[in-house]
C-alpha cells in the first residue's frame, strides 16, 4: 500500500460517525444507506460525505438497489491497512 493511501484511509477512519458506519457495516454485513440514516441520526447529505470518504479510501463497497445503496465492508482493504501497519511496526 502507498503512503498516500495509506492516508486516505487512514484519515477517513478519523471520524466518530465514519467508525460507527464501519462497525454497523461489520455487525450486519451489509447496510442500506436508509438503515445508517436511522442508526447516526444524521442528515442524508452528511452520510452521502461519509460515505464518499468511505468509498473512496476503499474500506466500504456500494452497490445501488432501486433507489438505496448498500453498503460493505472490503475485507482486503483492511487487510492491506495491517499489513501496513505491520510493516511499521517490525521496523
Known amino acids: 500500500m502507498k503512503v498516500e493511501d495509506a492516508a486516505r484511509l487512514f484519515k477517513a477512519l478519523g471520524d466518530e460517525n465514519r ?3 464501519i462497525e454497523h457495516i461489520s455487525r450486519q454485513g451489509e447496510a442500506c ?3 445508517l440514516l436511522d442508526e447516526l441520526d444524521v442528515s442524508q447529505p452528511t ?3 461519509h460515505m464518499k470518504l468511505l468509498c473512496d479510501s476503499g474500506l466500504v463497497n456500494a452497490r445501488k438497489d432501486g433507489r438505496w445503496m448498500h453498503y460493505s465492508l472490503d475485507k482486503g482493504r483492511f487487510d492491506e491497512a495491517m499489513r501496513f501497519i505491520e510493516g ?3 521496523s
Do not use: V
Open 88 to 90: 511499521y511496526r517490525r
Open 19 to 21: 467508525l460507527r458506519i
Open 33 to 35: 444507506a436508509c438503515k
Open 47 to 49: 452520510l452521502s460525505h
